[in-house]
């Protein structure tokens, strides 16, 4: 929030309270209240002369204002994620990222919110490794015990040029190789 911004809104807080602005006091307040929203401010002057008589000051409007802000998010569900989501656990990344490029969604029921302290508990912790998707590393290899994603071996332990028939035939077709309806 820019200072005009700023003397605008301490200006509607004097319709409440009387009180006389000068340059000081503006630049005074924001060093505090400053990084906020002009449009929060507003809403903090509002919702503190809603419930108090008392002359307002520029802690009251920044818990105020951060206190709005934390029950926006509460709604939040995921980083951003609309009503309605992806019919897939988001944590479930291969499962996630197949209902997107499907387009299955399903409403979110009322109680299925999950809280943004919830989501930010996972951050940080190990991202499973994403897989080709078809073809032969796509599923693991029963003949050298190759994980998806990896070639297959010989039994010394070097890599092979091709991959073993069992694995090519488990695994599902290319899409680009199969044939067109």
Sequence with gaps: MTKAELAEVLGFAAFYDNRTLGEGDVRAWHLIVGH????EAKQAVIDHYGTTRDRMMPADMLRLATRTREDQAADIQGP???????????DDIPAYLAAVREQRHRAAAPGSRRPVRELLAGVGRAIPRPTRGTGPRSV???TCGAE????????SGARRATY???RIDAAPPRAHLQEAP
């Design 36 to 39: 906020l929203e002009a449009a």
């Design 80 to 90: 951003g994620i609309p009503p309605e989501i992806p019919d897939a656990d988001p």
């Design 140 to 142: 693991p290899c029963a």
């Design 148 to 155: 998806i994603g990896r070639a297959c071996t010989r039994p």
């Design 164 to 166: 073993h028939s069992v």
